[in-house]
């Protein structure tokens, strides 16, 4: 996916206060992990700015985002629970740590149970419990956010905690590698040390700190020159002069709230910021995404999947696609699509199924005289092989698919592999960058709205 590499361009003017309350994506530096709250690596760095060796591939503008405030490192949550407990605080800090330890068992023993309440064992496995309550704590946080506000102080404190207390989990993911220990009578002896899983130790920083920032866009919505009505066109706040709301979703998505701006429109600071603010939840949501599909590419992929499969691509995604694809000349996605006329996302979905099946055909068929050697390596010893074209070329087919219609749902494969996925971290970075994708998305999505609105009050103004 792609991410942003290079400056904002010199034509733009930004405000005193931007350049002081602003930060580049490359301030992403790496402490120790001591803290619970992890910060985002360099390497991680490298991957959210598309600086050489990140899988973006071509440079985009480095947009501003809001410098976020220092944490201070804290022992780990189970430490600093039996510290309140025992240590003799006050009364508040015992009923705070006892609250915090009552919530650590009621998560940890849904996901020991496997959400069995009945704890006759037909419960998920590890893995798809923990993924299932990241993805419930934000449909509980978040689910119905839809204006660009601040999130309120209960929710944004029961996220945090609840967060806090799933990811914890990844302080014991670690792998074991050679070490040597120097005894008191001064001689060494090799043993087997700890570190975190290189996957956890890369991704996760990165997207806490993409977690942050996107708490922090909200946040800033303190102050608007906007407001929005609800369904009947009445207005929810008292401020601004009231004027007629104006939507581009038409009859889709008629239940979300409708932004609505005064007769002149908004102020050139306000547009300015406010399009600041959009560029950098979308470059987030590219980040989120980038990540989110590289925990997906790593997992295996089901064997329930691989029996489902039709014999024959062409079968799969049908004659229309096949004679694009197999066309021996240059070969464009965006014109195949363009072709489709795809409107929907149901379309689109369904497109996105049947061409995903497709590649994995074609892989097979072209790995079983290899059935040693990665698809990486073998796409490069047998390029001039069809079906390897074929593969090849459906993967920017879905690439470009995905990039067209950036809120798409998940596909037939990426759900298998979520429900029979049995890699606790690997479950916990799908998860935590989906959720991570989706408010990304939605923010976007929310400052189109608005400006749209802004767009027709100069108008008519």
């Known amino acids: 996916m792609d991410t942003p590499s290079s400056t904002c361009d010199e034509g733009s003017e930004l405000d005193a206060r931007s350049h002081s309350d602003y930060a580049d994506f490359d301030d992403l530096d790496r402490p120790p992990r001591s803290g619970h709250r992890r910060e985002a690596s360099s390497d991680v760095s490298s991957e959210c700015s598309g600086e050489p060796g990140s899988p973006y591939g071509s440079p985009y503008p480095r947009w501003p985002v809001c410098a976020l405030p220092a944490r201070l490192p804290q022992p780990p949550l189970l430490k600093r629970l039996s510290t309140t407990r025992h240590s003799g605080g006050s009364v508040r800090d015992g009923k705070a740590g006892n609250s915090e330890l009552q919530l650590i068992k009621e998560r940890f023993s849904k996901l020991l149970l496997g959400e069995d309440m009945s704890g006759s064992g037909k419960g998920v496995s590890t893995s798809v419990a923990i993924s299932n309550a990241i993805t419930n704590l934000y449909a509980t946080v978040f689910g119905s956010c839809h204006r660009l506000e601040p999130l309120p102080a209960e929710k944004k404190s029961m996220w945090r905690r609840e967060m806090d207390c799933l990811l914890s989990v990844c302080d014991y993911i670690v792998e074991f590698f050679p070490s040597k220990e120097i005894l008191p009578g001064g001689t060494a002896r090799e043993v087997m040390a700890t570190r975190p899983r290189p996957d956890i130790y890369v991704n996760l920083p990165a997207l806490e700190k993409l977690d942050d920032m996107l708490l922090e866009i909200l946040d800033s919505f303190q102050k608007t020159e906007f407001w929005y009505v609800n369904d009947k066109g009445q207005k929810d706040d008292s401020a601004g002069t009231p004027c007629r709301p104006v939507s581009h979703r038409g009859d889709d998505k008629w239940w979300l709230p409708v932004p609505c701006v005064t007769k002149p429109g908004l102020t050139e600071s306000a547009r300015r910021d ?81 061409v995903e099946a497709a590649m994995h055909v074609w892989r097979r068929k072209a790995s079983q005289s290899h059935s040693r050697t990665p698809w990486s390596a073998l796409k490069d010893l047998m390029e001039s092989d069809k079906n390897v074209m074929l593969a090849s070329r459906a993967e920017d087919v879905l690439l470009c698919l995905k990039q067209r219609f950036p809120g798409l749902s998940q596909t037939t494969l990426d759900a298998s592999k979520i429900q029979y996925n049995k890699d606790v971290g690997q479950a916990i970075l799908e998860s935590y960058s989906r959720v991570l994708e989706t408010l990304a998305y939605n923010i976007v999505t929310c400052i189109d709205d608005v400006l749209f609105a802004d767009e027709a009050a100069r108008k008519i103004a």
């Open 274 to 354: 406010l399009q600041q603010k959009r560029d950098c939840a979308s470059q987030i949501h590219k980040a989120a995404m980038a990540i989110n599909n590289s925990v997906l590419a790593e997992i295996r992929i089901p064997d329930l999947y691989k029996q489902a499969l039709p014999k024959c691509g062409r079968a799969s995604v049908g004659d229309l696609i096949y004679r694009h694809m197999s066309f021996p000349g240059k070969f464009s996605p965006e014109y195949l699509l363009d072709c489709l006329e795809i409107s929907s996302e149901h379309e689109a979905l369904e497109a996105a199924d049947r």
